[in-house]
């Protein structure tokens, strides 16, 4: 069983920055798949970025490519969304997944779409305001 508890949340202005962190407990496999997806008001949650923990390979949303930056800390049991730039649309609540997977699917934007990962945690609100 994994559990995950965001943080880093919060309200910023256009073109500020947030950074996201996201601690796992419980057994992790070296090879999962681990990302963030948000959910905006109204809308179904999409996937925003991936990290496949063997490799570290990495899968971005075209909306967030150049201004968010994942990455993982201590044996893979967090993570960061670096969050750059963020517009108005950025907003939603943003939740910790993680699936044990391939680097492959990690990194397809069909697999991530179809938002099949078995671990999410509560999530954590981001409100950008222009």
């Known amino acids: 069983q994994v559990q995950l508890v965001e943080s880093g949340g919060g309200s910023v202005q256009a073109g500020g920055s947030l950074r996201l962190s996201c601690v796992a407990s419980g057994y992790l496999h070296s090879s999962y798949c681990m990302g963030w997806f948000r959910q905006a008001p109204g809308k179904e949650r999409d996937g925003v970025s991936m990290?496949?923990?063997?490799?570290?390979?990495?899968y971005y949303a075209d909306s967030v490519k150049g201004r968010f930056t994942y990455s993982q800390a201590r044996a893979n049991k967090t993570l960061y969304l670096a969050m750059n730039s963020l517009k108005t649309e950025d907003t939603g609540v943003y939740s910790c997944?993680?699936?044990?997977?391939?680097?492959?699917?990690?990194?397809?934007?069909?697999?991530?779409?179809?938002?099949?990962?078995?671990?999410w945690g509560q999530g954590t609100q981001v409100t950008v305001s222009s």
């Open positions: 990290g496949y923990t063997a490799d570290r390979s990495t």
């Open positions: 997944v993680a699936v044990r997977a391939t680097s492959e699917w990690c990194t397809s934007s069909v697999q991530v779409k179809s938002r099949n990962f078995g671990y």
